[in-house]
């Protein structure tokens, strides 16, 4: 039971989901913050509010409707979106797309340091070990 179990953490799949859960997590922090701290401002600056909070409200008969809570998180969402897409998606397929012209990016002529070799050593071994 606990081999089974020991076999699916090390799945690729499975650890690269958990790094990209962390990474993703720590990501939108960068960009809550850069929403909080540099976008918010220029919105206040255009409509006189800090944030887009108190844009669009309206009740109906009890129900408040806050218009601009949605519009906060769905800018936030975007620029989460904007910046995954154009720091790690398209940079990685460009890279894919040199790959398969055979376009290779040139190595560094400098050595690899000893994190590095390990690293090769492991994605070596992992190549092996799946096929």
């Not at 790094?19 to 997590?25: K, Y």
């Not at 009740?59 to 906060?72: P, S, V």
């Amino acid at each position: 039971m606990l081999k089974g179990f020991k076999e699916f953490i090390m799945r690729g799949n499975v650890v690269d989901l958990a790094v990209a859960v962390v990474i993703g997590a720590a990501f939108g922090k960068i960009i809550d913050a850069i929403v909080k701290n540099f976008i918010n401002p220029l919105v206040a600056a255009i409509f006189g509010q800090p944030d887009l909070g108190g844009v669009g409200n309206f009740a109906i008969g009890k129900g408040e409707f806050h218009i601009g809570l949605i519009l906060n998180e769905l800018l936030s969402f975007l620029f989460v979106a904007a910046a995954i897409y154009f720091f790690i998606i398209f940079p990685l397929n460009k890279l894919a797309e040199r790959r398969k012209r055979g376009e290779e990016p040139a190595p560094s002529d400098e050595p690899l340091t000893t994190d590095q070799q390990l690293l090769v050593e492991i994605r070596d071994a992992l190549q092996r070990r799946s096929s």
